[in-house]
């Protein structure tokens, strides 16, 4: 079974510019997160989608994040514009929800290293 | 105060030795609990899911005290493999909501050496 895909796996920007980060879930996946995890910290939550629909998106900076998931597979974030405390690495993980049923176990993807210059 | 906490460590452990270190979480109504673990430079992937009964999958042994809002890891007989880092992870959302809403720690760097 192929897993969780992203791309690219590396970019580096300078301050102020514009990034997007793409992920392709496990197939059949209808839950899919975006997390960022600065150096020596653990992922943090920005976005969460359940389907095509937002759950939560309480942490997303919303003056420079957005993202979307159309179709309900694969998603995009995007950084507009970048700061340097943006560097870190952007993890999408997915998980197998059905209706009635929750699915705790999440797959990470291999995650975009992220350097603002 | 954070709403999962855990020692960063080092913990720097001999081979074969026995370590163990814990997490603890601020919101009593978390719901479930796992420990992942992260190799440098990867991805998290999952270690196991602790249970209110503790449980044990080989050399890993996961427990939880609701009553003092803590998890814990013990890795008997280390191996160089198990270093990485430990991310403990607690399920916030309450048991009402269809989805699931996890949040990590900082993680527990362990380095196991010869």
């Known amino acids: 079974e192929a897993g969780v895909a992203q791309s690219p796996r590396y970019k580096i920007i300078e301050k102020r510019q514009s990034v997007a980060f793409w992920c392709n879930p496990i197939s059949g996946h209808a839950t899919l997160y975006w997390y960022q995890q600065i150096l020596g910290q653990g992922p943090k939550l920005l976005i969460q989608f359940q389907n095509n629909g937002v759950v939560d998106d309480s942490q997303l900076p919303k003056d420079r994040f957005s993202a979307e998931r159309l179709k309900g597979v694969d998603s995009t974030l995007k950084i507009q514009p970048a700061k340097l405390e943006d560097s870190a690495v952007y993890l999408c993980?997915?998980?197998?929800?059905?209706?009635?049923?929750?699915?705790?176990?999440?797959?990470f993807g291999p995650g975009t290293r992220l350097l603002v210059l | 105060r954070k709403e999962v906490e855990q020692d960063p460590g080092p913990f720097n452990v001999p081979e074969g030795a026995t370590v163990a270190f814990n997490c603890t979480y601020s919101n009593s109504a978390s719901q479930s609990f796992f420990w992942y673990r992260q190799d440098c430079r990867k991805e998290p992937k999952l270690l196991m899911s602790v249970y209110s009964s503790g449980n044990e999958d080989g050399r890993f042994t996961a427990q939880l005290n609701r009553a003092s809002q803590y998890i814990s890891l013990l890795i008997r007989d280390s191996k160089l493999s198990d270093s990485a880092t430990y991310l403990c992870?607690?399920?916030?959302?309450?048991?009402?909501?269809?989805?699931?809403?996890?949040?990590f720690g900082g993680g527990t760097r362990v380095l196991v050496k010869p």
């Open positions: 993980a997915s998980s197998l929800d059905a209706p009635g049923r929750v699915e705790e176990t999440q797959y």
């Open positions: 992870v607690v399920n916030l959302a309450p048991l009402k909501l269809s989805y699931v809403k996890l949040t």
